[in-house]
Each structure stands twice: as C-alpha cells, then as structure tokens.
C-alpha cells in the first residue's frame, strides 16, 4: 500500500522560506509523478509543482515560479519543496500527491494522497 507523508510546515513571517518534504513508500518509485497541491479555507485545491521521476521534468503553477523549486531523491523516494519569499497568500495546507505508472502527470485525481502539512505566512 503506497503512503506518503508531509512534513516541514509551520508558522514563518513573510519573505522567510521553509522546505516541505514528501516521503514515499509501499510502492516501486521509478514512474512515478510527485505533485504539490495546496488547498486554504474556501478555495478549490490548487497543483503549485509537479516533477516526474523519469525524466525529472518539472513544472510549477504561474503563483509561485521562480520562488519555488521541486527536487527529489529516488535513492529514498523523497521529494522536497523548497518554498522562498514566502507571502501570506501562500498559507495553506500543502500536501504531496502521486499519480503511478509510465507517462504519468499530474492531475487534480491523482491515485495517492498524503494527509498534508500546514504552511502558515504572517504578515
């Protein structure tokens, strides 16, 4: 059974940074995509990054290009989310997500969900 759990969030005040991690197990991690997604009290659940273990493309929502960066390390099947220049738009709970199989993308129906970690931005 494929789990994944988030860590890494907090409280931070504006422009700091935090890195989120997303620990996979229970499964075969070579096709596999990885997404972030964020979701705050009265908004739709938003992707912000995505990368693909087979080719280790990437891609990130319009909202956080260029302070966000998604890496990963297929040796511990973990993915980090470095998050910079924090605002308080970007407080939400952030989980990782994981769409199995050669090809695979990201969606908004991935097949496995963590539970989240909650990434809060003061002013």
């Known amino acids: 059974q494929v789990s994944l759990a988030e860590s890494g969030g907090g409280l931070v005040q504006a422009g700091a940074s935090l890195r989120l991690s997303c620990a996979a197990s229970g499964g075969t991690f070579n096709k596999v995509a990885i997404g972030w997604f964020r979701r705050t009290p009265g908004k739709e659940r938003e992707m912000i990054s995505c990368?693909?273990?087979?080719?280790?493309?990437?891609d990130y929502a319009d909202a956080v290009k260029g302070r966000f960066a998604v890496s990963s390390d297929s040796t511990n099947n973990t993915v980090w989310l470095q998050m910079n220049n924090l605002k308080p738009d970007d407080t939400a709970v952030y989980s990782c997500a994981a769409e199995m199989g050669i090809g695979a993308w990201c969606l908004m129906d991935m097949d496995y969900w963590g539970k989240g970690t909650l990434v809060t931005v003061s002013s």
């Open positions: 990368i693909a273990s087979i080719d280790g493309s990437t």
